[in-house]
């Protein structure tokens, strides 16, 4: 036998102890089961997972429910996913907190092209919204980078920042957990939110993947970035006469990583 837990976003069947080693197959023929068991979820005792959150899916809730030895309901929190992923917890913790530094590195861009540091960093982050400081920046500081023949190198600074924000945002909106499948899970609930559509279950939500391997490279996207930028900027200064030499190396380009695993 063996108990069920509930959240919001999948059902897992999880045996305490197998004294009926049937019941499990049983769910499945239900069609509680729908993903593949990862090999270390199995040495753990852990089963499949259970996708389905609506009609079909609470049937087949009921039919694990009657094999069961009992039930547990839980609500499944960002804390406990964390828990149990720390090392992909840490690197979302400071790429959400280090966008600060690709932003800031973004307005001294803008400012050495002005020698204005009080306007551009007063107007950049007086606006609201980290999409509209970029757009801020990028007028600040598209002319004089042309004028320095570094349009182009200005353009990929840009880019790179707004790919940064973009696998920030992903982050800072969303809510993440462990649906058993051996990564870390998170969904959008505003992807469902913004739709006229009439709600009636969970299933429409799109469900994303990451591991170390993927934030270990958006991580390195990120240093990228501020990298590209000082070098950017102590270009444009050196361009311009500010400077004699250039002292920061250009970092070698990185393609963008993949905002979240296939």
């Keep these: 036998m063996g108990s069920v837990v509930y959240n919001a976003f999948a ?10 080693g049937h019941s499990r197959d049983k769910w499945k023929d239900a ?7 990862p090999k270390h979820y199995r040495a753990q005792g852990y089963p499949q997972q259970a996708e389905g959150f609506g009609t079909g899916g609470k049937c087949s809730l009921i039919g694990a429910i009657r ?6 309901f839980i609500a499944m929190s960002v804390r406990e996913a964390f828990k149990r992923y720390p090392k992909e917890a840490e690197i979302i913790g400071r790429l959400l907190a280090g966008y600060a530094d690709v ?35 990028d007028a600040f500081g598209r002319q004089a980078y042309k004028k320095w023949n570094l349009d182009h190198e200005f353009s990929m600074a840009v880019g790179a920042v707004k790919r940064c924000l973009k696998i920030r945002n992903q982050y800072a909106h969303c809510i993440w957990y462990d649906d058993y499948s ?11 939110a913004e739709t006229n559509d009439l709600l009636k279950d969970m299933s429409a939500l799109t469900i994303m993947h990451v ?23 102590f270009e444009g200064r050196t361009r311009s006469g500010e400077l004699k030499l250039n002292v920061v190396g250009r ?3 990185l393609q963008p990583p993949p905002m979240h695993n296939p």
Aim: hydrophobic share 45%; proline share 1%; glycine share 4%.
């Design 11 to 20: 059902v897992v069947a999880r045996r305490s102890c197998d004294h009926d």
């Design 31 to 37: 069609g509680l089961f729908r993903r593949a068991e």
């Design 67 to 72: 094999g069961a030895a009992s039930v547990e």
């Design 103 to 137: 932003e800031i590195q973004l307005m001294h861009c803008a400012h050495v092209v002005r020698a204005d540091l009080d306007t551009v960093l007063k107007t950049m982050f007086r606006t609201r919204g980290e999409s509209a400081r970029v757009e801020v920046a």
């Design 182 to 192: 051996g990564q870390l899970a998170f969904t959008n609930l505003e992807e469902i």
């Design 211 to 233: 591991d170390v391997l993927l934030l270990q490279r958006q991580e390195e996207y990120f240093i990228f970035a501020d990298k590209f930028l000082a070098w950017v900027q």
């Design 251 to 253: 970092p070698k380009q």
